[in-house]
């Protein structure tokens, strides 16, 4: 079972939906259901979509051409007196390459996973608690990390679907969702590369994401 990090919510829902997608991430927005495919229907046609493997890859490629070598890095482990010396190195040293690459200003979407914690009767919408994904891939674990994501996190569902949601969570059955964070690498953090704290040796890269929209989704 996911350990998720529960957000608590307060604001006011705006009579049209429409009305919540401005320039600054909003934290109550529709819950919105697509079929996993079509995912990219909702969200802005400029966007890179960084969910699977492959497109994740890619944008590592794009942004600093190679994996490190995680094994020289790592060394013998955290008591390695050089261990910390040759990661930071390795963070600077990709950091003054990485200057000025076309990727640094891509749109991208990723996902966390999320689940309806609570139902607010004024408001018609559930809160949101929200944990980090751990993609793996050929690079080594990506996990993206949000900046700028808003304190109060609410999904709306449209009334039909809401009386559905509602008689599930009083039955007390888990609601899983998707939480898809649309944002830009922040220029001077944008990827850190680190080690997994869940195994030993395993390289870890966190893109650092300016959070510009939130969107709840629930799939299909």
Do not use: C
Not at 104 to 117: A, D, I, N, Y
Not at 194 to 216: A, Q, T, W
């Amino acid at each position: 079972m996911r350990t998720l990090a529960i957000l608590a919510v307060t604001g006011i829902l705006m009579a049209d939906p429409s009305l919540l997608f401005g320039e600054e991430a909003a934290g109550t927005r529709p819950l919105l259901v697509v079929e996993r495919d079509r995912l990219h229907s909702l969200l802005p046609s400029e966007t890179h979509l960084l969910v699977d493997p492959g497109p994740i890859e890619q944008f590592l490629n794009e942004l600093d051409g190679t994996p490190p070598d995680w094994a020289l890095v790592y060394g013998q482990g955290h008591h390695d007196p050089g261990h910390d010396d040759r990661l930071f190195a390795l963070n600077r040293e990709r950091d003054a390459k990485r200057e000025g690459k076309a990727a640094l200003r891509w749109l991208v979407t990723f996902l966390w996973p999320g689940e309806l914690s609570g139902y607010d009767p004024k408001a018609g919408g559930f809160t949101v608690a929200l944990g980090p994904k751990f993609n793996q891939t050929g690079w080594g674990v990506v996990r993206f990390k949000p900046e700028n994501l808003p304190a109060n996190l609410m999904a709306i569902p449209n009334p039909s679907l809401r009386e559905s949601l509602r008689r599930k969570f009083e039955k007390g059955q888990r609601i899983e969702i998707e939480v898809a964070m649309t944002g830009r690498l922040i220029p001077e953090e944008s990827l850190v590369y680190d080690f997994s704290h869940e195994e030993e040796g395993r390289g870890l890269i966190m893109p650092v994401v300016r959070v510009e929209r939130v969107d709840y989704i629930m799939m299909k």
